[in-house]
């Protein structure tokens, strides 16, 4: 498997302007998950899912952030109006459920978005 | 609820000299706990993983962490550092009580130096 795929790498918009940041996990994994890295913050978790169902968004910013997971293979998140606030790493990670000891989350290789 | 700290924003490190990164957690029934390195512009790495059994838990680039129940901590360890070894490290405890999330420490900063 070639891992958790995200795109584009690079993201350069201006402000007011939606983005969509796109995921494909790792196949057969249960969990996605949608981070921010920050210099600030740290890493935050954003939302995740478990079997293309929303689990918990209490770690979606604000209500200009949603994010969608309509099939197995696909994840995104969007950003409308995009803010200079809003530029950081946005990281995409999969797993496994807990079982087997195969839990461990891969992660992809990130977007970087910068909002001017 | 479940957390992890890792105490100590920066580690320095001479290069042929021990390193231990500390991570210490809270969580409510047995701890499924993981360490990944994150190198500048790239995503994180898994390195190793404690879910039973062994307190010693071997993973990627030599790297080893002890599990300890009594202290709760998680400690990253390596015998000898590499400048290669300078990158970001992250403690991460997963939590089966609360639909499998995974919580991450802020964050290590290793510096090996020549």
């Known amino acids: 498997d070639a891992g958790v795929i995200q795109s584009p790498r690079h993201e350069v918009t201006e402000m007011g302007q939606e983005v969509t940041l796109r995921c494909k996990p790792i196949?057969?994994?249960?969990?996605l998950f949608w981070y921010r890295q920050t210099m600030m913050r740290g890493l935050e978790l954003l939302i995740y899912?478990?079997?293309?169902?929303?689990?918990?968004d209490s770690g979606m910013p604000e209500d200009r952030f949603s994010a969608k997971m309509p099939n197995a293979s696909f994840s995104n998140l969007k950003i409308q109006p995009s803010e200079p606030r809003d530029s950081a790493v946005y990281f995409c990670?999969?797993?496994?459920?807990?079982?087997?000891?195969?839990?461990?989350?891969?992660f992809g290789q990130g977007t970087r978005l910068t909002v001017v | 609820a479940q957390s992890v700290a890792q105490p100590e924003d920066q580690v320095n490190v001479a290069e042929g000299n021990p390193l231990t990164v500390k991570c210490t957690y809270s969580?409510?029934?047995?701890?499924?706990l993981f360490w990944y390195v994150q190198y500048p512009n790239r995503g994180l790495q898994f390195l190793l993983k404690?879910?039973?059994?062994?307190?010693l838990v071997k993973g990627s680039y030599g790297f080893e962490a002890e599990f300890n129940k009594s202290q709760t901590s998680f400690h990253l360890k390596k015998p000898s550092a590499l400048v290669s070894d300078s990158a970001l490290y992250f403690c991460?405890?997963?939590?089966?009580?609360?639909?499998?999330?995974?919580?991450f420490g802020s964050g290590t900063k290793l510096n090996v130096k020549p």
């Open positions: 990670a999969s797993s496994l459920a807990s079982r087997g000891g195969d839990t461990e989350a891969f």
């Open positions: 196949s057969g994994h249960d969990y």
């Open positions: 899912f478990n079997n293309n169902v929303p689990i918990d």
């Open positions: 969580v409510s029934g047995n701890p499924y």
């Open positions: 404690y879910i039973t059994g062994d307190n």
């Open positions: 991460a405890v997963r939590d089966l009580y609360n639909f499998n999330k995974f919580y």
